[in-house]
T-cell receptor, first 109, second 116 residues
Framework: DAKTTQPTSMDCAEGRAANLPCNHS???????VYWYRQIHSQGPQYIIH???NNETNEMASLIITEDRKSSTLILPHATLRDTAVYYC??????????FGAGTRLTVKP | DTGVSQDPRHKITKRGQNVTFRCDPI?????LYWYRQTLGQGPEFLTY????????KSRLLSDRFSAERPKGSFSTLEIQRTEQGDSAMYLC??????????????FGQGTRLTVV
């Protein structure tokens, strides 16, 4: 699986959009970009995934650059409950999921 | 379906003892993963199964660790001769992989192991 690079931490004001970047410059053509988050003391929770096209669901939007070397997870209206560690993973569906250190997002009132 | 279930939620054991954890995945999920997580770190991959076949094992999985998934349903992770360094949260996840379209994984709440 391709290695991903994320900022260690970010802050966001409540009600504003949170934009979490991820670099995956060595991603291969058959690797998807997955995002998970982990709230303290809980197991990771799936957020969204995509291959080439931008994706949106009820939780977030995923923007993948045309060259697929980076992506951004967007939480459109962050709430205090969105405070968590967010993990970006580049995964081939035939292989395992490998997590990095993630980005610790703190949503502030 | 109540999601991925792990048992026990907490385990305290003395160094040198053997422990076994159980994971019940979501029914019909063909993939099952085990991870270990220590404080402040992301989950570390240990091993995964596709149905009953163990397809990959991390080098983190020493010969004291063994995992099974008989009949492709629940899975067990056993740690023999536990060491204090084994203290961690052990996470299980499952997914249904239809092949080629991406599949989300669902995680259990984990088993927290403390070796004293």
């Amino acid at each position: 699986d391709a290695k991903t690079t994320q900022p260690t931490s970010m802050d966001c004001a409540e009600g504003r959009a949170a934009n979490l970047p991820c670099n995956h410059s060595t991603i291969s053509g058959n690797e998807y970009v997955y995002w998970y988050r982990q709230i303290h003391s809980q197991g990771p929770q799936y957020i969204i995934h995509g291959l080439k096209n931008n994706e949106t669901n009820e939780m977030a939007s995923l923007i993948i650059t045309e060259d697929r070397k980076s992506s951004t997870l967007i939480l459109p209206h962050a709430t205090l409950r969105d405070t968590a560690v967010y993990y970006c993973i580049a995964q081939d569906n035939n292989n395992d999921m490998r997590f990095g250190a993630g980005t610790r997002l703190t949503v502030k009132p | 379906d109540t999601g991925v279930s792990q048992d026990p939620r907490h385990k305290i054991t003395k160094r040198g003892q053997n422990v076994t954890f159980r994971c019940d995945p979501i029914s019909e999920h063909n993939r099952l993963y085990w991870y270990r997580q220590t404080l402040g770190q992301g989950p570390e991959f240990l091993t995964y199964f596709q149905n009953e076949a163990q397809l990959e094992k991390s080098r983190l999985l020493s010969d004291r660790f063994s995992a099974e998934r008989p009949k492709g349903s629940f899975s067990t992770l056993e740690i023999q001769r536990t060491e204090q360094g084994d203290s961690a949260m052990y996470l299980c996840a499952s997914s249904f992989d239809p092949g080629g379209v991406g599949a989300e994984a669902f995680f259990g709440q984990g088993t927290r192991l403390t070796v004293v």
